[in-house]
């Protein structure tokens, strides 16, 4: 592995839910699978560091300030990003923070 500092955002939290259907909702599911991630990911020796552990609410401005204060503006700093969309969204939309 060659990024041994990860950053991962779990999409939406607090009182931004995301998308809501059969009982599913994104905002959830998101912090469950961010966690997922990290933890294996630290299984494997990556220093990994999570935008939010709680449902809390983060705006776009906080969520590039908790990427950057992790670990700074480097290459070597893999950022993930995820979110479930219910459709209509753009899997080819990908957000430069910095």
């Known amino acids: 592995m060659n990024y041994k500092k990860i950053v991962i955002d779990a999409g939406h939290g607090g009182t931004d839910s995301g998308a809501i259907g059969n009982g ?22 990556a220093d990994v560091t999570l935008t939010r552990d709680s449902d809390e609410t983060l705006d ?12 700074g503006n480097s290459k ?3 950022v993930i990003s995820n979110h479930i969309n ?11 923070y910095v």
């Open 24 to 45: 599913i909702i994104e905002k959830e599911l998101t912090l469950k699978i961010a966690t997922y991630i990290a933890d294996r990911l630290r299984g494997l020796g």
């Open 60 to 71: 776009p401005s906080e969520r590039v300030r908790r990427v950057l204060n992790a670990y």
């Open 86 to 96: 219910a459709g209509g969204g753009d899997s080819r939309c990908v957000t430069k």
């Open 76 to 78: 070597d700093v893999l």
